[in-house]
Nanobody, 123 residues
Framework: QVQLVESGGGLVQAGGSLRLSCALS????????MNWFRQPPGKEREFVAA????????YYGDAVKGRFTISRDNAKNMAYLQMNSLKPVDTAVYYC????????????????WGSGTLVTVSA
């Protein structure tokens, strides 16, 4: 059974930082590109960041470039999203997703999803 579990969400003031974690079980982690998406209240889910299976390539959505960093540890089957300089507009449920192909950045293109973790940024 495949499981993706996010953790690390919470309430933070604008300008602060949070680090999200994502654990994959039930599949060979190092074979999957890992992605982060987010869904703000009342809005559609949007792409945040992606990292290749090996970890040597990354790309980001325009809204988070320069502030967020995606990383992974294949030895621990973990992916991470370091979020700095947070803004109230970053408030959303954050989801990690595993994809057998790197570069999709599409909600419909993901193979597996976590259940999400809520990040709230206060002004």
């Amino acid at each position: 059974q495949v499981q993706l579990v996010e953790s690390g969400g919470g309430l933070v003031q604008a300008g602060g930082s949070l680090r999200l974690s994502c654990a994959l079980s039930g599949r060979t982690f190092s074979r999957y590109a890992m992605n982060w998406f987010r869904q703000p209240p009342g809005k559609e889910r949007e792409f945040v960041a992606a990292i290749s299976a090996s970890g040597d390539s990354t790309y980001y959505g325009d809204a988070v470039k320069g502030r967020f960093t995606i990383s992974r540890d294949n030895a621990k089957n973990m992916a991470y999203l370091q979020m700095n300089s947070l803004k109230p507009v970053d408030t959303a449920v954050y989801y990690c997703a595993a994809d057998s192909s790197f570069g999709t950045s599409s909600v419909k293109g993901m193979d597996y999803w976590g259940s999400g973790t809520l990040v709230t940024v206060s002004a």
